[in-house]
C-alpha cells in the first residue's frame, strides 16, 4: 500500500459525515508505519476503544469506513478472522459493524463481519505479528495469494457497505 497522509484518510470515508471524518482520531504515526507491508490501513481510536477506522486503497480510489466493535462477553474459545484467517483466542477477533453508506445508513442500516480486533489482518498474515502459538496455519497457496484472498474479503466487505 502507498503511504498515506491524513488528509487523504479523511477525504475516503463513504459512512461518515465530513464532520465526523474531521472529528475522528487520524494515528499520528502515519509515517512510521509498515506500509509496503500493509493491504489496508486500520486502527481503533485511542480515546474510544469501540471505535475503529479502515482505509483501503482500491487503485482508482481510497475508500474508508467508520467502524464499530460490539460489545463482547469474555471468551475463553478461539476465533478465527474472516478476512485473514488467523485465529485469535479472547477478545482477538471482534465483530465489527459498518454504518451502511447513503440513505440506508441514515435508516440505521449496518453490515458487520469477525475480523481481528486491531485490524493488523497484513501484518498477521506476512508473520509481522504474532497471535500465538497455532494462530496461522499452513496454507498450501502463496502470501501473495494470501494476501489477494484478504482484499478480496476487505473489497467484499465495502461493497457490502456501499450497496
Avoid at 459498518?98 to 497484513?122: P, T
Amino acid at each position: 500500500m502507498k503511504p498515506l497522509t491524513e488528509h487523504d484518510i479523511r477525504a475516503s470515508f463513504v459512512n461518515s459525515t465530513k464532520g465526523e471524518a474531521k472529528r475522528m482520531h487520524v494515528p499520528r504515526d502515519l509515517g512510521e508505519r509498515p506500509w509496503d507491508d500493509l493491504d489496508f490501513l486500520g486502527w481503533t481510536d485511542p480515546a474510544a476503544p469501540d471505535r475503529s477506522y479502515l482505509v483501503i486503497d482500491l487503485g482508482d480510489r481510497l475508500v474508508g469506513v467508520a467502524l464499530r466493535r460490539a460489545a463482547q462477553a469474555g471468551r475463553a474459545r478461539k476465533t478465527m478472522c474472516a478476512w485473514c484467517l488467523t485465529t485469535h483466542s479472547g477478545d482477538g477477533v471482534s465483530l465489527m459493524t459498518a454504518r451502511k453508506a447513503g440513505k440506508s445508513g441514515q435508516l440505521g442500516n449496518s453490515v458487520g463481519a469477525y475480523v481481528c480486533a486491531d485490524l493488523q489482518c497484513s501484518l498477521y498474515l506476512r508473520g509481522k505479528k504474532n497471535a500465538g502459538p497455532g494462530s496461522r496455519f499452513h496454507e498450501s497457496i502463496t502470501r501473495d495469494e494470501q494476501a489477494a484472498r484478504l482484499v478480496t474479503g476487505v473489497v467484499a466487505f465495502l461493497d457490502r457497505v456501499e450497496s
